[in-house]
T-cell receptor, first 112, second 111 residues
Framework: NAGVMQNPRHLVRRRGQEARLRCSPMKGHSHVYWYRQLPEEGLKFMVYLQKENIIDESGMPKERFSAEFPKEGPSILRIQQVVRGDSAAYFC??????????FGPGTRLTVT | QKEVEQDPGPLSVPEGAIVSLNCTYSNSAFQYFMWYRQYSRKGPELLMYTYSSGNKEDGRFTAQVDKSSKYISLFIRDSQPSDSATYLCAMSEGGSYIPTFGRGTSLIVHP
């Protein structure tokens, strides 16, 4: 039973480019969450999605960031016009219902 | 004051020691409590998941919740060098899907 999959594992983008991060939840999980982790800081919630619905995006910056979880395919976190401050580890988690969340290995985004 | 406080460490112990990791919190509505282990440059791994007060044991790990003191602990018995990692506490309100995480405590178990 494969765990949560994220790709790419490492992503380098120049300032102003777009970053697309993908997450495939565990089999049978219909809830997906995105978090950002900066050095010396805890995990910060960004957005919670179910299939074709954004349930809560209260932790997501209002501009440049968007997320989707289509009926088919992985969840995608998109960052447009990246800036150096977007450099961080982005983690996706999934759960079958409210409660226990299982994390993927993360995507480390570096903006040069 | 942050909602969840966790000493970042590092906490350095010899192999075989009993390790105690702790978090305090201020939100009395928290009902679900979790501990995650995160190895360097990896994703967090769920270790323990408890509801309300009391103890829960799983192998060498024991999670303890004291809601009256707003204090949770994770004990690791017979610690091993492979336990060296960052341990994150997390907690959420009943019916909430968004846990609040502590900063994490870095644990080093030396042979």
């Amino acid at each position: 039973n494969a765990g949560v999959m994220q790709n790419p594992r490492h992503l380098v983008r120049r300032r102003g480019q777009e970053a697309r991060l993908r997450c495939s939840p565990m089999k049978g999980h219909s809830h997906v969450y995105w978090y950002r982790q900066l050095p010396e800081e805890g995990l910060k919630f960004m957005v919670y999605l179910q299939k074709e619905n954004i349930i809560d995006e209260s932790g997501m910056p209002k501009e440049r960031f968007s997320a989707e979880f289509p009926k088919e395919g992985p969840s995608i976190l998109r960052i447009q016009q990246v800036v150096r401050g977007d450099s961080a580890a982005y983690f996706c988690a999934s759960s079958p219902m409210l409660g226990e969340q299982y994390f993927g290995p993360g995507t480390r985004l570096t903006v040069t | 004051q942050k909602e969840v406080e966790q000493d970042p460490g590092p906490l350095s112990v010899p192999e075989g020691a009993i390790v105690s990791l702790n978090c305090t919190y201020s939100n009395s509505a928290f009902q679900y409590f979790m501990w995650y282990r995160q190895y360097s440059r990896k994703g967090p791994e769920l270790l323990m998941y408890t509801y309300s007060s009391g103890n829960k044991e799983d192998g060498r790990f024991t999670a303890q919740v004291d809601k009256s003191s707003k204090y949770i602990s994770l004990f690791i018995r017979d610690s091993q060098p492979s336990d060296s990692a960052t341990y994150l506490c997390a907690m959420s309100e009943g019916g909430s899907y968004i846990p609040t995480f502590g900063r994490g405590t870095s644990l080093i178990v030396h042979p």
